[in-house]
Each structure stands twice: as structure tokens, then as C-alpha cells.
């Protein structure tokens, strides 16, 4: 096996997960990315003789709408469950979401959507102490700001309130107990921001499916106005226009859609460039914002919504309470120390 997917396996299962001699391992995968499911077996299988191994195309053609019975039947009695595949339009909600809420009823989650060879060979990578560990101090200088600006050299410019009924979350990759669960590669802090005003412009990659479909989005970027924490959507500008058309029907899917949902900040220092994923691009060290689901089982925010759509401003520059703490994306490490 390739020792780059053998190291990111070990880490996906031994660092990350902690997967444990007596503990039940489930495998959820797909054909296009059947090799990272592979291999996540075979480190867990040097573990634990008890692991589930499922590909998702022999329940059905994709998207897949339901969680099938079988899978279903295995997660519940599972300590860690991996789930390894490439987003569909519809299954957010239908097929991710309640397996993820069936895993951390039983155990922990790994949740790798478009996991790709790429992100195995980079981010997959890290040192995940030392990423836990730059995390945790962003997001305790984070937690003592009541503001934020963001501004990127293509225009965007976006200034933040911060709640202290919101908390800020760590992403650090280091998933060890029952209940918790996250996205591989892992390296930011988050929060719902109590209020968001300006212009984002997204011109690395946007969150759910349409990373997949369009990709990196440098030569097409998209303008997205925000007023009342919310995105003008008839006033979004895009020269793609079927990516424009498609993210304003997302937008509007629901009352909350196009509300701010997440503003976070990566911490994967280990990353030397975007890849055109946002599994792994939105943990690079910068700024991105999402609009939907607020995660309020995490943030404490009281509103939800069926959507959540990541939008990666690239070479990012932050200020929290006035204080620069990255600038062009990369961090400022003497300011870091001084606010901490």
C-alpha cells in the first residue's frame, strides 16, 4: 500500500479516532472513493477484529435519500463510525445528517464527504496535536472578542459581532469520546456570528455539492452581498451563470438558507495551498462563512435550516477587536501569543 495512504489512514484511525482494542468499528464508503474506505479498514481491522464495511452504491443509485436498514443496524452498536464518500445533491440532509446523529447516539463520528488522494496527501498528513493545539488558543482569543473585520485583497470585506450566548467551537481533528463527531482534515474554530454585515467574495470553493460539481472558483468568483446577516441573493454576481442560478435556488430553499450560519477560522497549518476541496480548503489558515444551519447543537444558536454552504475566501486577512492576527493567510504569530 502507498505509505502516504497508510500514514493518513493510521492518523484518520489511530490519532484522530483512537479507534480502541474492544471497540466496533462501521465503514461507510463509496466507489469513487472506495481506496480511502479501504484503507481505513485495514488499519482498523490491525485494531479490532469487530469492523462493518459498507458501499453505498449496493443500497442504491446515488444520490441516496435514506439511511438503508443494514447500515443502519450496524452504526447502533458502533463505537466509531467513518464515513468516507462524495457529497450528492440531496443527501445532506437525507442520508448525512441521520447517520450522524444514529453514530453519535452509540459512539463518535468521522465525517470525510469528498475525501479525495489529494487531501490523503496532504492534509491528511498533520500533525493533529500540534493543529489541536493552535486551535485551541484561536479559540480562546476568539471567545474573549466581541468583534471581527475580514477583508481579501479580491474585495471582500466583511465586519462581525460575536454573541457571548454563541460559543465558539474547536474543530481540532481529535474525535476520542462518545458524542462527538467532525470533518477530516480538521483545523478550525467556529462560531454563529450574532451579526455579519458587507461583501464576501468567494473565490476559492463553495461547501456541499458544489465543491464537486465546479470546483476551485479563482477564474469565476462569486460577489455575495450580506445585509442583516443575510445574503441579498438577487444581488449575487457570478460569470458562471448556471453555478449563479443554482446557489440562489439553494439559498432560498428555506426561510433561514440564506441566513449566516458560520463564521470560522482554519487552523490547518500544515497546508501549503488549496486543493479545490472544501473538506479540506476551509481549513486553511484564513476565513470562511456559511450560510444555513448554524449548527445549533454545537454553537447554542435557536434556528435551523436544511442548507449549509461554505464559501473559502482565499489570503484572507482577520482582525479580532482591532488586533490583526492573520494577514494575506497566514498567521501573525507574535500577535497571536500577545492576545492569548
Known sequence: MDKLFLKAGKNIVEVCSRLMLKETATIVTDKETIKIGETVKKVADEITNKVNFHVLEDYGERPLTFLPKKI??????????YLAVNSKPGELQKFRAPLVMLAIKSGREIHMPNIDDAIIKSGMQADYYKIASLTFLITGIATKSKTARVTTPKGT???????????????????WYKGMWGNLPAGEAF?????????????GTLGDFFCA????LEET???????????????IECENEALLKELQQY????????RVGEFACGTNISLRGFVGNLLQD???????????????????????????????????????????????????????????
Open 157 to 175: 470585506d466583511l465586519r462581525v459581532n460575536f454573541s457571548k450566548e454563541l460559543k465558539w467551537v474547536p474543530d481540532t481533528g481529535l474525535l
Open 282 to 340: 476551509e481549513k486553511f489558515p484564513g476565513v470562511h462563512v456559511a450560510f444555513g444551519s448554524p449548527f445549533p447543537e454545537h454553537t447554542g444558536a435557536d434556528w435551523k435550516s436544511n442548507g449549509h454552504v461554505d464559501g473559502i475566501m482565499k489570503e484572507s486577512s482577520l482582525w479580532f477587536d482591532d488586533i490583526q492576527i492573520i494577514k494575506d493567510g497566514k498567521f501573525k504569530e507574535k500577535e497571536l501569543y500577545t492576545l492569548d
Open 213 to 216: 460539481k465546479y470546483g476551485d
Open 191 to 203: 462560531t454563529c456570528p450574532e451579526s455579519i454585515e458587507g461583501t464576501m467574495v468567494v473565490n
Open 72 to 81: 443502519k443496524k450496524d452504526i447502533k452498536t458502533t463505537d466509531v463510525t
Open 251 to 258: 439559498l432560498l430553499q428555506d426561510e433561514n438558507a440564506n
Open 221 to 235: 468568483p462569486v460577489s455575495i452581498p450580506i445585509k442583516n446577516s443575510r445574503a441579498v441573493v438577487e444581488k
